[in-house]
């Protein structure tokens, strides 16, 4: 089993950059395909990209393609989450989701361990 805390969340204004943290504990993150989701008011859970547990590589949806990229350190047993140029729609809480599958899908009930959201708010 691992817990997961995300970190990094805050307010920015349009076009700014934050950088999200999920820690893990209990276990080793490359035991597992790590996916970020989030989560606007009044929306439903969507994924936005992972990291596969297998060769690292990575998968983002279109909207925050070449805006958002997804790293893993491994010493530290970290995932990042990296946000530049980002917009007002990207306001939401932010999840990491772990699951010991190997490949990376985007339904939030494919991954079996969660964080408890960090949020990001984007200012116009």
Do not use: H
């Amino acid at each position: 089993q691992v817990q997961l805390i995300e970190s990094g969340g805050g307010l920015v204004q349009a076009g700014g950059s934050l950088r999200l943290s999920c820690a893990a504990s209990g276990r080793t993150i490359t035991s597992y395909t790590m996916g970020w989701f989030r989560q606007a008011p009044g929306k439903e859970r969507e994924f936005v990209g992972g990291i596969r547990r297998s060769d690292g590589s990575t998968y983002y949806v279109d909207s925050v393609k070449g805006r958002f990229t997804i790293s893993r350190d491994n010493r530290k047993n970290t995932v990042y989450l990296q946000m530049n140029n980002l917009k007002p729609e990207d306001t939401a809480v932010y999840y990491c989701a772990a699951r010991l599958g190997y490949t990376l899908p985007i339904g939030t009930a494919e991954y079996d361990y969660w964080g408890q959201g960090t949020q990001v708010t984007v200012s116009s």
